[in-house]
């Protein structure tokens, strides 16, 4: 099943789509952080040809070189900075650790790490790059600025105004981006998303939800994120949308304050943050927004709740996606918006479902189109990858979509259990738990259990916890008592991700090691 999309919106590099989004939109004002001295399109590229121009000196054309820093005006200037020089950014999870990052660093075939002092001091992440440079050069950004004299400024304003006869040609299916996977469920995969797949799915968002270019994009969500790239920085320079960028998701009264200030229209956040904003926001803090996008895990009935009944019900479109479709999927429509799904999957893309065994309702969604990534890095050849083809993606994902085509995600393939026979959705007795204790988080797992097969822990932070209360919200709303854990770990604080989803790796250690205690 599909709808098309016309591909020559995508049939072109990104520095280039960058150049023709100033013809079509004017030179206007594109970007801004919160040091709110914003650049307009022609700003935005004279800066990226001048920087870009510098590292190139240091790179080779085609070289893969990292980036290291939050979202800010200075990532987006770097980043088309080494596209319009012909140079590949790696973005870099700075809170992925010091392990994941230096098998990151060998996987892509990076020689040098992009960062700026002001970054690294804020962030204390000094011992940091202190183990990263066993790996790879550090290029300060701070250093390479104060090296910009008259004849660097001279070649910017030429790039400015002529940029397409300055830029380095490169392919449309050359790499855009490598970017690593969260790694919620094993070991970060490094993804490569060309040019045309990043692209496309901002043209494939664009389709589906008609976006205003006097509107404003806010965007907290790191760019190591696909979501906050694609959605938070290519989309909206792309469409014409000014776009504000936020250092960290996790400063929750300081962008509540931003947002009425900025006249945010679009917020994107996960479920998480949307949460974190809404208990700390006043009444009017979201007044300028026409709708929040939520991705990368699922919202919670309580945070729509919230939304509806603080804000005058300001629109929560919840939508889905993966790093390996570059990555928006489905999302929900400001005029068609069905809670409780991820709404409609985006132009352009062929999808089928395959039946799982034990699973009546839905199958496993696999994808076609042009935003499916060219494949994973591999680390015994960094600069090759495991290409995809003409292959499906397989998503591994268990998803049902209704007669007019609205998506509901069951859960991952490896977030099911079975127990007795049954197939049960771990991600629906999140649900329950949800249900019982809105207010707090919680996680569960499943581990061996010789007379059933599989055994259901719930990991919360609600001190307060009992089997009693799921027990008696499994009855009252005609749930089967084998979905109801029976075992319950309480921590502190459920263990999360930088990008806010859960981290289901250290939960499962932490259920096993409680478990062998």
């Known amino acids: 099943m599909r709808q098309d999309l016309d591909s020559s919106l995508y049939e072109t590099s990104l520095i280039d789509a960058l150049i023709e989004a100033r013809a079509r939109f004017g030179d206007k004002e594109i970007l801004e952080d919160q040091d709110r001295h914003p650049l307009t399109y022609t700003g935005l590229i004279r800066a990226a040809f001048v920087l870009g121009r510098k590292i190139a000196k240091m790179t080779e054309l085609g070289e893969r070189v990292a980036i290291l820093l939050p979202s800010s005006m200075g990532v987006v200037v770097t980043f088309f900075g080494l596209h319009a020089h012909g140079r590949v950014p790696v973005m870099l999870n700075f809170t992925a650790g010091e392990a994941n990052l230096k098998a990151a660093i060998k996987a892509a075939g990076v020689k040098k790490v992009l960062t700026a002092r002001r970054f690294i001091d804020q962030a204390k992440l000094d011992d940091l790059i202190s183990e990263l440079e066993t790996g790879a050069e550090i290029v300060w950004l701070d250093d390479i600025r104060k090296t910009i004299g008259l004849q660097d400024k001279l070649y910017g304003l030429a ?29 970060p995969k490094g993804v490569v998303l060309s040019q045309k797949n990043l692209v496309a799915n901002a043209r494939q968002v664009a389709a589906h939800i008609d976006l205003l270019p006097e509107w404003v994009m806010f965007n907290p969500l790191p760019t190591f994120h696909c979501f906050g790239l694609t959605g938070g ?19 929750a009264k300081q962008i509540t304050d931003l947002l009425p200030q900025v006249k945010a229209s679009i917020l994107f956040a996960t479920d998480t943050f949307l949460s974190q904003y809404a208990r700390v926001a006043e009444p009017g803090d979201f007044a300028t927004l026409k709708f929040a996008v939520a991705g990368a895990e699922k919202v919670r009935d309580e945070t729509r709740n919230l939304f509806n009944t603080k804000f005058g019900g300001v629109e929560l479109l919840e939508g889905y996606g993966a790093t390996e479709a570059s990555p928006v999927v489905a999302v929900n429509h400001p005029d068609r918006n069905a809670p409780g799904t991820v709404g409609q999957i985006l132009p352009g893309m062929d999808w089928k479902l395959e039946p799982v065994e034990g699973i009546d309702e839905g199958g496993r969604l696999f994808l076609k189109g042009p935003n499916i990534m060219s494949g994973y890095v591999t680390a015994a050849e960094p600069l090759a990858w495991d290409a995809v083809g003409d292959d499906w993606l397989d998503t591994g994902d268990i998803v049902d979509v209704d007669a007019e085509g609205y998506v509901t995600i069951k859960g991952r393939a490896k977030r099911f259990a079975k ?37 259901l822990v719930l990991v919360t932070d609600h001190a307060g916890a009992e089997v009693a209360p799921l027990a008696e919200w499994a009855r009252t709303n005609g749930a089967p008592e084998l979905i109801v854990p029976k075992k319950i770990v309480k921590v502190a604080e459920v263990p999360v991700l930088g990008t806010g989803k859960t981290d289901y790796v250290t939960i499962q250690k932490m259920v096993e090691g409680d478990k062998a205690a």
């Not at 790039?159 to 070991?187: E, H, I, M, Q």
């Not at 290519?234 to 960028?245: D, E, S």
């Open 159 to 187: 790039a400015g105004a002529a940029p397409k006869r300055f830029r380095v040609k490169t392919d449309p299916d050359a790499p855009g981006v490598v970017l690593f996977t969260s790694g919620s469920f094993g070991t």
């Open 233 to 251: 920085v290519v989309l909206p320079l792309l469409q014409g949308l000014k776009a504000f960028q936020y250092p960290s998701p996790l400063h």
């Open 419 to 455: 127990i007795g026979g049954e197939m049960v959705s771990l991600t629906a007795v999140e649900g329950i738990a949800g249900a019982v204790w809105p207010d707090q988080r919680h996680a569960v797992v499943s581990i061996p259990d010789t007379r059933k097969g599989e055994k």
